[in-house]
T-cell receptor
Framework: GAGVSQSPRYKVAKRGQDVALRCDPISGHVSLFWYQQALGQGPEFLTYFQNEAQLDKSGLPSDRFFAERPEGSVSTLKIQRTQQEDSAVYLC?????????FGQGTRLTVV | QKEVEQDPGPLSVPEGAIVSLNCTYSNSAFQYFMWYRQYSRKGPELLMYTYSSGNKEDGRFTAQVDKSSKYISLFIRDSQPSDSATYLCAMEDTGRRALTFGSGTRLQVQP
């Protein structure tokens, strides 16, 4: 497809479970971002990759959050030992600067 | 206090009205100013962006940036029911690629 693809679209996790969220960026886009969007709020930055290099991870809320992009294309956001406060929509965006094109997000619900 | 403030609305207008959406910000380093539209359960979609101060027009949409007042606006002319969505302002400073979003304004255009 032509756009940013995220999977799964919806994920329900029991508290304490580990989850992995996948992002397939637009082909050829060097920059990739992860954002977290709580209900009724704007997206908040988590982390940024340029190719396979993670250049900024200042927005990751705790060491339970980990992101990778080993071959400079697909990226995975992993959350260990999920907590209820992790419930949110996780958005991936890829970008030829300064534009950013977002995927539809993964809605994570921790029960 | 948040770096970017945006009135959450909801804003309800009749079809054909001119809509004005606004954000204020505190970070003088912001140089790129974006407006995104987000439909329910979808990812944000970039409408337009402006670099530094000035105006930019694209069809029915006009973006304005006043850096001296730290105030940005999006005007929608001849609003349509299909414009009903949440509008997010977002800003990027020169030091990092992460976007800082407002909390979004929910707009409803009544037929």
């Amino acid at each position: 497809g032509a756009g940013v693809s995220q999977s799964p679209r919806y994920k329900v996790a029991k508290r304490g479970q580990d989850v992995a969220l996948r992002c397939d960026p637009i082909s050829g886009h060097v920059s990739l971002f992860w954002y977290q969007q709580a209900l009724g709020q704007g997206p908040e930055f988590l982390t940024y990759f340029q190719n396979e290099a993670q250049l900024d991870k200042s927005g990751l809320p705790s060491d339970r959050f980990f992101a990778e992009r080993p071959e400079g294309s697909v990226s995975t956001l992993k959350i260990q030992r999920t907590q209820q406060e992790d419930s949110a929509v996780y958005l991936c965006a890829s970008s030829p600067h300064p534009e950013a094109f977002f995927g539809q997000g993964t809605r994570l619900t921790v029960v | 206090q948040k770096e970017v403030e945006q009135d959450p609305g909801p804003l309800s207008v009749p079809e054909g009205a001119i809509v004005s959406l606004n954000c204020t910000y505190s970070n003088s380093a912001f140089q790129y100013f974006m407006w995104y539209r987000q439909y329910s359960r979808k990812g944000p979609e970039l409408l337009m962006y402006t670099y530094s101060s000035g105006n930019k027009e694209d069809g029915r949409f006009t973006a304005q940036v006043d850096k001296s007042s730290k105030y940005i606006s999006l005007f929608i002319r001849d609003s349509q029911p299909s414009d009903s969505a949440t509008y997010l302002c977002a800003m990027e400073d020169t030091g990092r690629r992460a976007l800082t979003f407002g909390s979004g304004t929910r707009l409803q255009v009544q037929p």
